[in-house]
C-alpha cells in the first residue's frame, strides 16, 4: 500500500482539524491556504519537468554512464525524468508493473531502469562492444 495515497488526504484533514481545535476558522484559513500552496508548488515542479523534458527526445540522454552514477534505489520517476531532462522510452506494457523505460546516448549505451508504483527498483548499463581497430588506435588515416 502506498503511503501517499492515503498518508497525505490524512495528514491534510488532521492539521485542518488540529488548526480549527486550536485556531478555529482563522487557523483553518491559514491551514488551507498552506497546504494550497504545498500543492501548487509540487504542481509547479513537475509542469517545469515535463517543460524541459518536452524539449528533447524520447529516451535520450547526454551519458547514460553519468545516469548509471547517479541512479538510486527508491528514487521516483519524476526524479529520473528531471535528472536526465528527457521522458524515458517505455520498454513495457502500459499500466504494467514493473514499469521498464530506457534512456540512449549518442555512444548507444542504454541504461534500463525498473519501477514499481513510480519508485526505481533496478537499473542496467549496457554499454555497446568496443570497436577492435578503434581501441587499438590504428584506424584509418592514421600511420603505423
Not at 64 to 78: F, G, Y
Not at 102 to 116: I, K, L, M, P, Q
Request: aromatic letters at 10%.
Amino acid at each position: 500500500m502506498q503511503f501517499q495515497k492515503f498518508g497525505v488526504p490524512l495528514f491534510g484533514t488532521v492539521v485542518l482539524l488540529a488548526a480549527h481545535r486550536y485556531y478555529g476558522w482563522g487557523g483553518v484559513a491559514f491551514a488551507a491556504g498552506a497546504l494550497v500552496m504545498w500543492l501548487l508548488l509540487h504542481f509547479s515542479r513537475m509542469m517545469q519537468i515535463l517543460k524541459r523534458a518536452a524539449n528533447r527526445p524520447i529516451g535520450f540522454v547526454d551519458s547514460a554512464v553519468m545516469l548509471n552514477a547517479k541512479l538510486r534505489p527508491d528514487v521516483t520517476l519524476m526524479h529520473v525524468v528531471a535528472m536526465t531532462r528527457a521522458l524515458g522510452e517505455p520498454r513495457s506494457a502500459k499500466d504494467s508493473q514493473p514499469e521498464l523505460f530506457r534512456w540512449t546516448d549518442a555512444t548507444e549505451s542504454h541504461v534500463t531502469c525498473e519501477f514499481r508504483h513510480g519508485k526505481l527498483q533496478k537499473w542496467e548499463l549496457v554499454r555497446p562492444p568496443q570497436d577492435d581497430e578503434a581501441a587499438s588506435g590504428s584506424g584509418p588515416g592514421q600511420g603505423s
